[in-house]
């Protein structure tokens, strides 16, 4: 093949990926706008006048809390080992 063939190849690679990488960016951001909605909602639950549904958007609310907590705590714990580790390896 010869280089302006192979450049044109890497080009519409490039090009692939990029639009892919767009697709997804899209996608991400409809699912935060779907997530803030959803927390709009379960806020609203929240306050409403039948007692079982003000019980299960609490516990949704309350469950979803502790998830973020327990993945903090973990992203913590993580980033301390992978730093351990890379000091490991610059130091020896």
């Known amino acids: 093949m010869n ?50 549904v003000r019980l299960r958007a609490c516990e949704d609310i309350l469950n979803h809390y502790w998830k973020i907590q327990e993945w903090q705590e973990f992203e913590g714990r993580l980033k301390t080992i992978e730093r351990i580790i890379f000091e490991r390896k610059t130091f020896k």
């Open 3 to 52: 280089e302006s063939k192979e450049t044109a190849l890497q080009t519409q690679q490039e090009v692939s990926v990029f639009k892919e990488k767009a697709k997804e960016k899209k996608a991400i951001s409809r699912l935060r706008g779907g997530i803030s909605s959803a927390v709009v909602s379960l806020l609203k639950l929240s306050r409403h006048r039948d007692p079982w």
